[in-house]
């Protein structure tokens, strides 16, 4: 932003101190001093350079020298000006610099910058120059504190010492202001952190002042006591990137002189002053990223802001509207308000244009730029009389309704950016009209029907989004027909269907490829095949079917993101796939058969690597930890896999989630795996792997879900665990590990959400330190030989205790460079009888299931203090006691089993009925076993006769009962209205008593 905003300024500056310090007539072109002379060979004898540097510096008249000017007159030297051009290698000066230098008494211009003065500070002799006017060291290389003995310099009117990563320092400011002459100063990444609020105070004193430079210096004070402020010809101040920590500097609106004010990325707070909208020379102001900045819109717009050009308010806290005044800007290029808190919607119309002499609307205006708002309402249709607009980003808000069709008049328009709003409708085909359009983001709208052919007109397109929305159609080769710059296209997620002929060659060469649930037919595109670019390619659910083709991988070298996955696509792969360094390979959920595939060795390794739900068979490669040791995710699962878990596996160190689930690996679990330090996610469930869980998987202190499920793992739980302080799943459920619940889960598991260990062999008492895990949103302990009573303390369980849980999706390890998550948290809850798997909604499951087991004593009446449970299951227990009444407190509850031996009713409680017989009666029903169950007459293949007979007889008596009588009522609709309301309400009664039945 500072080089396009202040340009004009900078340029200006320059050739003032062209003017002043080269051009002004004093430049001698004689004969120079013997004794100047001497003293720059001596200068140059001191310095190291390339042959070229200084070729010229021959013969007696240095005034003659490359870098040279003297005194007219007196043949003094005057000017060195041997600063290296960026990028000039063979003009880089390095070394030494002679004191003999500081013999040239009448120099007034030095420019050393941009060389490699590395690791010696400035010398101190430069502070004797007592006529210097211009001293330019930026960049120069020179390091340690700047000598105050340069506030000698009191005709000094130029100083840079402009450093990087703070090389140099200053811990004493007040030098500066003996620098009465000072016209421009610059000192960009020099440490000024130990000057405080001496910085103002000496600036303070210094009238003649004109350009500050002081951005990323370390500066924390603003100097906001100070009263009185002397910067009468201040014109640019540039203190951005500094950490201020304060409120606005008010001093500043009282500055009239100031044309261009940067301060942003300062940690500045508080209200901006409606006054720097009043000063009458500002063209350009900065005040972005401060992120604590506020002020409402609506007010502040409304300044007169007379010569404002460049105004960028981005990531901080304005609020309110845009006033129709807006459109007295006369002179706005450029206005940025990204990422603030405006609402309404944009003005529907603006006022009359008073003060421009042009009376077109904001007639200057390039850059309009309003993206992560909360604006709302509809696309004003004056957007499209913005004549000179370049850059439209309106995204991320919640605009709705159509897309102005004027929008195609914008014909100088480069970036237009409205994605991830709430508009609707067709996209106008006078989009195609904008010849100069660069960049094009539609996407994640609601936009329908097709997309208009005119955009293959667009011939400077080189970014076309218009994904995730509502598009539907048949996309032709006149789409793309002279896109011959198109290098980023989005089309995912929509309904479209590519129809291209078999020998079609696009007109571009594309860089990124996004057509995500397109339908781009049955087999592999063959167009493909001319694009030598591609680094991002995603053609998952795209309906293709058939075999990968082998001339495929010899275009996927540069490919940083290949996903493929969610077709049908056949065969066998390579034994290496060709992908560049670190990319991502999504091939899952395909027909892939054969054995696993490993990334090409020439490539170091990947980040992702995703096989799942395929056909692979065979064991696991050996070697795979070695093949790719700086993968980041690996997931086999949902194959044919079986062997054993290589050891090698143990060589990824920086792998974050490994899913080898839902294969038929056996053997144990390697102990290798703990020294993956920085996994997050371990799923090796439903397999057979067998013997006891490695102690060294207590090493993977940043492990957040662990599952081992549907194993046949045995012994206990390794006290190793306790060291996992980071979990958030734990599910060991269907396995055959023994022993006590260990006491430490309730205090090493702090952020436990998700803790399932059914269907094993546990035994003992349930501990009551269960009531730390704050956390818990499952418990699953259902199906061991746990004994005594539930703890009261389970009513601590702070998670379970609120209603209303907010969503979250729990998803891990994801990337931010392809914008992927690895691994989405699921979890199996058994509920009514059935088991139901949780995946986005898992976080609202709120469930206790202690079924099966061997508990006893009188039911919890704590647990109804936890309000946000969804499921609660006692039942196959010895529990005894009532049914507390409070139990009707539990709102959320969608699902309560107490079934089976839980004593709730004596009984006494049903005398006078006869016919009543079962537990808790003495009278036993017939074909009642001694476990006390009704017993049903069962085939070999488990049907049961008697039912099948009963709802065989029932159903005959229904049709003949039902059915005869309808054809008679056919002819009186009286008598079929009074017969089938009699018909509606025996039926209404029997599935009313079936349900009791059920329930009994």
């Keep these: 932003m500072e080089g396009f905003s202040i340009l004009g300024l900078v340029f200006a500056t320059l050739a003032f101190i062209t003017t002043e310090f080269a051009c002004n007539g004093e430049i001698h072109s004689g004969n120079c001093l013997q004794s100047d002379r001497e003293a720059l060979i001596d200068f140059k004898s001191g310095l190291k350079f390339s042959k070229k540097r200084f070729s010229s510096w021959r013969g007696s008249d240095c005034c003659q ?119 421009h100063l610059q000192m960009s990444e020099v440490d000024l952190s130990m000057v405080g609020s001496q910085w103002v105070e000496a600036l303070n004193k210094l009238p003649f002042l004109i350009e500050l430079h002081l951005p990323s210096c370390g500066l924390f004070d603003l100097g906001s006591f100070v009263r009185s402020i002397n910067f009468t010809s201040l014109a640019i101040l540039n203190i951005r990137g500094n950490n201020f920590n304060s409120t606005f500097p008010g001093w500043l609106v009282n500055i009239s002189s100031l044309k261009s004010i ?185 936009l329908n029907g097709s997309l208009p052919d005119s955009f293959g007109q667009l011939s400077e397109l080189v970014t076309l989004d218009v994904s995730f929305n509502g598009l539907m159609g048949t996309l032709s080769e006149k789409h793309f027909s002279k896109l011959s710059k198109l290098k980023k296209l989005y089309l995912d997620s929509n309904s479209f269907i590519l129809s291209v002929s078999s020998n079609w060659t696009p007109p571009f060469q594309i860089f990124a490829l996004g057509m995500r649930s397109c339908n781009l037919g049955n087999s592999f595109p063959v167009w493909l095949q001319s694009q030598k670019e591609v680094e991002y390619l995603d053609f998952s659910n795209a309906s293709i079917s058939g075999s990968l083709p082998n001339w495929f991988w010899n275009i996927s070298f540069n490919m940083w993101v290949l996903n493929i996955s969610l077709n049908q696509i056949q065969g066998q792969l390579p034994s290496l796939l060709n992908v560049a360094e670190f990319g991502s390979i999504d091939l899952s959920s395909n027909q892939f058969e054969g054995p696993i595939p490993l990334p090409n060795p020439v490539v170091a390794s990947v980040d992702v690597f995703d096989l799942s739900n395929n056909k692979f068979s065979g064991s696991i490669p050996l070697n795979i930890g070695d093949s790719i040791q700086a993968i980041l995710f690996l997931s086999l699962s949902g194959n044919q896999i079986t062997g054993t878990i290589p050891a090698s596996i143990g060589f990824m160190w920086r792998v974050n989630a490994i899913d080898l689930s839902r294969n ?223 139990i009707s407190r539990l709102h959320q509850l969608s699902s309560l089993d107490l079934s089976r031996k839980m004593t709730t009713f004596n009984a006494s409680v049903f005398d006078g009925n006869p016919g009543l017989c079962g537990a808790p009666l003495d009278t036993k029903c017939q074909g009642e076993g001694i476990d006390g169950g009704q017993k049903n007459v069962v085939d070999e293949k488990g049907h049961g006769y008697l039912d099948e007979w009963f709802y065989l007889s029932v159903g005959l008596g229904f049709a003949v009962g039902v059915l005869v009588p309808f054809f008679i009522c056919t002819f009186s609709k009286s008598c079929y209205e009074v017969y089938f309301g009699f018909v509606n309400k025996i039926v209404g009664n029997l599935v009313r008593l079936k349900r009791r039945a059920n329930r009994s």
Aim: charged fraction near 20%.
């Design 262 to 446: 940067d301060i942003s990325s300062s940690n500045l707070s508080g209200r901006i002053p409606l006054g720097i909208g009043e000063l009458p020379n500002l063209q350009y102001l900065d005040l972005s990223w401060n992120r604590n900045l506020s002020c409402n819109c609506l007010h502040l717009l409304r300044g007169s802001w007379k010569k404002i050009e460049i105004l960028d308010l981005a990531s901080n806290l304005l609020h309110g509207t845009i006033p129709n005044s807006f459109g007295n800007l006369c002179k706005l290029r450029y206005l940025n308000v990204e990422g603030n808190n405006l609402t309404g919607s944009l003005p529907e119309f603006l006022e009359e244009i008073k003060n421009c002499s042009s009376k077109r609307l904001l007639p200057n205006l390039k850059n309009l730029i309003l993206p992560q708002n909360h604006l709302i309402g509809n696309l004003p249709e004056w957007l499209g009389k913005l004549e000179n607009l370049e850059e439209l980003i309106l995204d991320d808000n919640k605009l709705q309704g159509p897309i102005p069709a004027s929008l195609g008049r914008l014909s100088q328009l480069v970036e237009l950016g409205l994605e991830n709003n709430k508009l609707q409708g067709l996209i106008p085909a006078s989009l195609g009209n904008l010849h100069h359009l660069k960049e094009m983001r539609l996407d994640g709208n609601n």
């Design 664 to 886: 038929r690996l056996a053997g144990s679990i390697p102990s290798t795996i703990g020294n993956c330090l920085n996994l997050i996610v371990l799923d090796l469930g439903y397999n057979n792997l067998s013997g006891m869980i490695p102690k060294s998987l207590g090493q993977l202190e940043w492990l957040q879900s662990l599952h081992l499920d549907h194993n046949n793992l045995s012994g206990a739980l390794p006290a190793s665990f306790q060291n996992l302080s980071s979990l958030e799943t734990l599910d060991l459920s269907y396995n055959k590990l023994s022993g006590n619940i260990p006491r430490w889960i309730g205090t090493a598991f702090m952020n436990l959400r998700i803790l399932k260990l059914r269907s094993n062999d546990f035994s003992g008492r349930l501990p009551s330190k269960f009531s730390n895990l704050s956390s818990l949103h499952v418990l699953d302990l259902a199906e061991n030989n746990l004994t005594g009573s539930i703890p009261s303390t389970l009513s601590d369980l702070k998670a379970m205790a609120q209603e209303g849980n907010v969503n979250k999706y729990l998803f891990y390890a994801t990337s931010p460079d392809t914008a992927g998550e690895y691994y989405e948290e699921s979890s199996d809850v058994s509920t009514k009888g059935q088991v139901l798997k949780y995946t986005k909604t898992l976080s609202l499951v709120v469930s206790i299931d202690l079924s099966s087991n061997n508990l006893s004593g009188e039911f919890p009446k704590e647990i109804t203090a936890l309000f946000g449970l969804v499921m609660l299951n006692l039942s196959r227990n010895h529990i005894t006691g009532h049914i507390p009444e409070n």
């Design 65 to 183: 020298w490359q870098g040279i000017g003297c005194e007219k007159g007196t043949g003094a030297v005057i000017m060195i000006d041997l600063h290296n051009p960026e990028g000039h290698k063979n003009r880089n000066l390095s070394g030494d610099i002679r004191p003999s230098l500081k013999k040239l008494m009448s120099l007034r211009y030095l420019d050393l910058s941009f060389n490699s003065f590395k690791d010696i500070p400035i010398p101190k002799f430069f502070g004797s120059f007592k006529n210097l006017k211009y001293l330019n060291l930026s960049y120069a290389g020179f390091s340690g504190v700047i000598p105050p003995n340069l506030g000698n310099l009191s005709n000094l009117q130029y100083l840079d010492l402009s450093s990087e990563y703070e090389q140099l320092s200053v811990d004493n400011f007040e030098w500066v202001a003996n620098l009465v002459s000072l016209k």
